[in-house]
């Protein structure tokens, strides 16, 4: 498994698709979400952050990055924060995304079986969920600010929300 | 574990010889369509990091009008026709024979106009694929959709991802006497699809 899909970031930063950001303090991280779940890490006292742009729900493949899939991003966000001292128990986690753009939503009904699996994969280890904005039919552009953990869901025709 | 496996430049080439066919029938459809207005040219037939595919295409946050057509089948793939706003707006008035309109909203016959231009740009498309690569393609009724172009077109990437971690994309370009629009056609086949076309290919030289 590729681990260095997390990209420490000290300015803001649009996240790709199977991709990971890191930052701590006034930085911005944002991703555009269709039938990708955006999961966000944060600890509120060292104002620190992840952002993954999760892509499927499971690993396929030992050569892809980390980032890709919820069952590996997840783990690696967070060693991130083990790395630096912080236990999952107190980390807050928001997932955004999962959506159906059209058809019948793709190949294994993706969109929802990302939220499902990353939902579950944070239950497990013990990580609160403060927020979820996901499924339906429609895109998301999310900004996640690492200083307040604070996540804001903007989409078409829609007032923005926040989390 | 599944082996990542990723098209040498030799196979873009040969992938770009087929499109290109498809595309020359799919210009004459929507020159008959738009008498004799619009034409289509193929941009590029490339191999894209999964990371990289919005910028590199372009999208990021902009909100597009797209017409989507999927062809549900093993040998597949996703079909997105886009524009942006006003050259959305320019296309419907022009087939329908109507001015411009400012409202906010679309009506029904102009979301009508689009979705069959992707209908008739789809199904030529998928004619010209079919008899080349000897598959049968039945593309979906379209969608008509307005959202961030970038949403689109990861769900439309989905099939390839499982089992890639660069995606295939092939980008077409209209023209209006001579001037390039701002609409593209991005069609993303599925791997079946792929070697369908490669096979194709490598069978007739």
Redesign the interface.
């Known amino acids: 498994m590729t681990s260095s899909t997390a990209i420490e970031t000290t300015g803001n930063r649009?996240v790709?698709?199977?991709?990971i950001a890191v930052a701590e303090g006034p930085i911005c991280l944002?991703a555009?979400?269709?039938?990708?779940v955006g999961v966000t890490l944060h600890h509120r006292r060292s104002q620190r952050g992840n952002l993954a742009?999760v892509?499927?729900p499971r690993c396929?493949?030992?050569?892809?990055?980390a980032g890709?899939f919820a069952d590996t991003a997840i783990p690696q966000m967070l060693r991130w924060f083990e790395q630096r001292g912080t236990r999952p128990a107190d980390l807050v986690a928001k997932i955004v995304g999962g959506?159906?753009?059209?058809?019948n939503?793709?190949?294994m009904q993706?969109?929802q079986t990302n939220v499902d699996v990353a939902t579950q994969l944070l239950r497990d280890v013990g990580v609160r969920i403060a927020g979820k904005d996901v499924g339906g039919t429609?895109?998301?552009?999310i900004t996640f600010d690492c200083s307040t953990g604070l996540v804001t869901v903007e989409t078409?025709g829609n007032p923005c929300r926040t989390l | 574990?599944?082996?990542?496996r990723c098209p040498e430049n030799a196979e873009l080439e040969v992938l770009h010889q087929l499109f290109a066919s498809a595309t020359h029938d799919a210009s004459a459809a929507m020159c008959r369509w738009t008498d004799g207005l619009i034409t289509l040219t193929l941009d590029e037939v490339r191999e894209i990091p999964?990371?990289?595919?919005?910028?590199e295409l372009n999208l990021?946050?902009d909100?597009l009008t797209m017409v989507?057509l999927?062809l549900?089948e093993e040998v597949g793939g996703e079909m997105v026709l886009t524009f942006d706003e006003k050259n959305g707006r320019q296309l419907a008035a022009s087939l329908l024979r109507r001015p411009v309109t400012e409202d906010s909203d679309w009506s029904d016959l102009e979301k009508s106009a689009l979705t069959e231009t992707g209908n008739i740009l789809g199904c030529a498309y998928m004619n010209a694929l079919t008899r080349l690569t000897n598959h049968e393609l039945v593309p979906?009724a379209p969608?008509f959709?307005?959202?961030?172009g970038?949403?689109?077109?990861?769900?439309?990437?989905?099939?390839q991802?499982?089992?890639c971690?660069k995606v295939l994309i092939c980008r077409t370009g209209f023209h209006r006497e001579g001037e390039e629009l701002n609409w593209r056609v991005l069609f993303v086949p599925t791997e079946a699809m792929r070697k369908a076309m490669e096979n194709a290919i490598h069978s007739s030289a």
């Open positions: 649009t790709g698709m199977g991709r944002s555009v979400l269709g039938s990708c742009h892509v499927l396929s493949s030992q050569s892809s990055g890709k959506a159906c753009m059209f058809g939503g793709g190949p993706i969109g429609s895109g998301r552009r078409v | 574990m599944t082996d990542i999964l990371e990289d595919v919005c910028t990021d946050d909100l989507v999927s549900a979906s969608y959709i307005q959202d961030y970038a949403s689109v077109l990861q769900q439309a990437l989905m099939a991802a499982l089992t971690d």
